[in-house]
């Protein structure tokens, strides 16, 4: 399974933008990039996912580096409900493929 | 928006009792999963299931574990004799063809 890096913890401040970065040097071709989070109590919540061009929708963005060794997950104006561990996963997008998660970065937000 | 239903949300057992852990995937989903996470500790794949068969199974998921859809809706998870290590948080999870996973908000399990 490709390796992700993340930072184990980050913070913000309500209403502001969030820049969430991962590390993924050894990415193949066909993986996808997926993002996950997790609140707390809940289970693991699907928020995006792209190969190789930029992605939005209505959580998030996905900013992917040209040479896809590296993503952005971008929360455009954090609220508090965002504070969660939010894991980058790499994975085939098709078939049965199990997700691999790591420890992911904790966002704390302030009020 | 549809989602995964687990049940019960909290299960209290025995140490070598038997349990199933029930869950009801999304509607017309076609891949089937179940992780667990003990507390403070990753997310971790147990085995993951399509076309009324496993594709895959992690170390964690030996004999004790078995997985069963009985029906068209349901999707269980049973460990035959329960230890202590099996206390955490069972996620089940469901996808259609070409969709990202959808969890459950989870099965705490808790071994005495």
């Known amino acids: 399974d490709a390796k992700t890096t993340q930072p184990n913890s980050m913070e913000s401040n309500e209403e502001e933008p969030v820049h969430l970065p991962c590390n993924h040097s050894?990415?193949?071709?066909?993986?996808?990039i997926h993002w996950y989070r997790q609140l707390p109590s809940q289970g693991p919540e699907y928020v995006i996912h792209?190969?190789?061009s930029n992605v939005n929708n209505r959580m998030a963005s996905l900013a992917i580096a040209e040479d896809r060794k590296s993503s952005t997950l971008i929360l455009h104006r954090a609220t508090l409900r965002d504070a969660a561990v939010y894991y980058c996963?790499?994975?085939?997008?098709?078939?049965?493929?199990?997700?691999?998660f790591g420890q992911g970065t904790r966002l704390t937000i302030n009020p | 928006e549809p989602e995964v239903t687990q049940t019960p949300s909290h299960q209290v057992t025995q140490m070598g009792q038997e349990v199933i852990l029930r869950c009801v995937p999304i509607?017309?989903?076609?891949?089937f999963y179940w992780y667990r996470q003990i507390l403070g500790q990753k997310v971790e794949f147990l085995v993951s299931?399509?076309?009324?068969?496993?594709?895959?199974k992690s170390e964690i998921f030996d004999d004790q574990f078995s997985v069963e859809r009985p029906d068209g809706s349901n999707f269980t998870l049973k460990i035959r004799s329960t230890k202590l290590e099996d206390s955490a948080m069972y996620f089940c999870?469901?996808?259609?063809?070409?969709?990202?996973?959808?969890f459950g908000d989870g099965t705490r399990l808790s071994i005495l």
């Open positions: 999870a469901s996808k259609g063809s070409g969709q990202p996973q959808h």
């Open positions: 050894t990415i193949s071709g066909t993986d996808y």
């Open positions: 792209g190969l190789t």
């Open positions: 996963i790499l994975r085939a997008f098709q078939g049965a493929q199990k997700l691999v």
């Open positions: 509607s017309n989903h076609l891949y």
């Open positions: 299931f399509y076309n009324n068969e496993i594709s895959e």
